[in-house]
């Protein structure tokens, strides 16, 4: 298994600003990957993280709404950049480990 | 567009019967594929995974896999209250990419 530490656990935010979310993970992995989870939906990519590269993004998501950081194998942050009340959603990292995905505990985001 | 699909119930079953979930994906590159559990407001936790065709059973799980017909499903026996949550299927292909279905959500009624 693996351990995935992510903060904030949830927050308030008013519109317009930004909220930065981190994950640590408990040893070295090469992906690590972000999810938006909306409330009674089930999980939906946001873009793959890779250390040393610019992240891959899914469609319909973009860098300037929501900029990543990987400066290392155990790391990663992902912002929410210009926040909107349709930004409202639980936010989760993952990684891989032996084809098993693994998530952190996951940020309930509420835009006001 | 790769899919994983599953009915997103509700999925409701008595105390102690079997509930049955199900799940088709339509990528046949997909090799490996997972049952997660996610209660309400938590982050979703590995019960099962199954690699080849056939049953994976793990206690009161069984988790089946027919890649001709590009099915999965998981049979929870003698299910229990605690049982009572969302499951997610997913499937994972040669080119890393995870894909996961909907979530069905099961009620276990005492």
């Known amino acids: 298994s693996a351990v995935i530490s992510q903060k904030p656990s949830r927050d308030i935010c008013q519109r317009g600003t930004s909220l930065t979310i981190q994950c640590q993970v408990d040893?070295?992995?090469?992906?690590m990957f972000w999810y938006r989870q909306q409330p009674g939906q089930s999980l939906t990519l946001i873009a793959t993280?890779?250390?040393?590269?610019?992240?891959?993004?899914e469609s319909g998501f973009v860098i300037d709404k929501f900029p990543i950081s990987r400066p290392n194998l155990t790391f990663s942050t992902l912002t929410v950049s210009n926040m909107s009340p349709e930004d409202s959603s639980i936010y989760l990292c993952?990684?891989?480990?032996?084809?098993?995905?693994?998530f952190g505990q996951g940020t309930r985001l509420t835009v006001v | 567009q790769k899919e994983v699909e599953q009915n997103s119930g509700p999925l409701s079953v008595p105390e102690g019967a079997i509930a049955s979930l199900n799940c088709t994906y339509s990528?046949?590159?997909?090799?490996?594929f997972f049952w997660y559990r996610q209660y309400s407001g938590k982050s979703p936790e590995l019960i099962m995974s199954?690699?080849?065709?056939g049953d994976k059973e793990d206690g009161r799980f069984t988790a089946q896999l027919n890649k001709a017909s590009q099915y999965v499903s998981l049979l929870i026996r003698d299910s229990q209250p605690s049982d009572s949550a969302t499951y997610l299927c997913?499937?994972?292909?040669?080119?890393?990419?995870?894909?996961f279905g909907a979530g069905t959500r099961l009620t276990v009624k005492p």
């Open positions: 040893s070295q992995v090469t992906m």
């Open positions: 993952s990684v891989t480990r032996n084809t098993e995905a693994f």
């Open positions: 990528d046949r590159g997909s090799q490996s």
């Open positions: 997913a499937s994972y292909d040669n080119n890393n990419d995870m894909r």
């Open positions: 199954i690699y080849s065709n």
């Open positions: 993280a890779n250390q040393g590269s610019e992240a891959t993004y």
